[in-house]
């Protein structure tokens, strides 16, 4: 059974930054491909960042291209998510989880408690 554990979330005023940390325990990444996703009030969870298991390759939503950068330490099963440029739109509750690096989806059924982003205007 993993565990994920979000943080680092804040509010922060439009044009800010914030950085976010998943740490996993009780299971490892287990050579998993890991992303970062989000849900706003009411929506589902969307795909905002990928990255592979040995770091080389890094996925993004259209959204989030040139301000979000994704990075991940494996001796320290935790994944992070720098986050530039904030807007409005990247208000939302974040959470991360392994992922199918071609479709991008979820692969665990179990989800963190998350960290929620708010970004003011």
């Known amino acids: 059974q993993v565990q994920l554990v979000e943080s680092g979330g804040g509010l922060v005023q439009a044009g800010g930054s914030l950085r976010l940390s998943c740490a996993a325990s009780?299971?490892?990444?287990?050579?998993?491909?890991m992303g970062w996703f989000r849900q706003g009030p009411g929506k589902e969870h969307e795909f905002v960042a990928g990255i592979n298991w040995i770091g080389t390759n890094t996925y993004y939503a259209d959204s989030v291209k040139g301000r979000f950068t994704i990075s991940r330490d494996n001796a320290k099963n935790t994944v992070y998510l720098q986050m530039n440029s904030l807007n409005s739109e990247d208000t939302a509750l974040y959470f991360c989880?392994?992922?199918?690096?071609?479709?991008?989806?979820?692969?665990?059924?179990?989800w963190g408690q998350g960290t929620q982003v708010t970004v003011s205007s």
């Open positions: 009780g299971r490892t990444f287990d050579f998993r491909a």
């Open positions: 989880n392994a992922i199918n690096v071609q479709s991008r989806a979820p692969l665990w059924a179990y």
